[in-house]
Nanobody
């Protein structure tokens, strides 16, 4: 069992930055791959970024590539999402999620554990 808690959301102006954290408790978190997803009002939950259990390979949605960076600190059981050059269209609730398995997957249904989400609002 893995419990995930997101933090770091808030209100920021367009062009600004935020760093989201996903703190995990539970057994063997380092063996789980982690994804960040987001959901805007009236829209489906969408993939943002993914990092493998090993912390090596990372994957990004085209809409955030070059602006967002996912990383993990195994010693702290925490995964981060650094978000730069934020745009109003990045406004959403951001969720982190953990999954078993080695391969990258952008489908929310393949993730086993989810956090409660943190709100990110980007003003124009």
């Amino acid at each position: 069992q893995v419990q995930l808690v997101e933090s770091g959301g808030g209100l920021v102006q367009a062009g600004g930055s935020l760093r989201l954290s996903c703190a995990a408790s539970g057994r063997a978190f380092s063996t789980y791959a982690v994804g960040w997803f987001r959901q805007a009002p009236g829209k489906e939950r969408e993939f943002v970024a993914h990092i493998r259990a090993s912390g090596g390979a990372t994957y990004y949605a085209d809409s955030v590539k070059g602006r967002f960076t996912i990383s993990r600190d195994t010693a702290k059981n925490t995964v981060y999402l650094q978000m730069n050059s934020l745009k109003p269209e990045d406004t959403a609730v951001y969720y982190c999620a953990a999954k078993t398995g080695y391969y990258y997957d952008a489908r929310p249904s393949t993730y086993d554990y989810w956090g409660q989400g943190t709100q990110v609002t980007v003003s124009s």
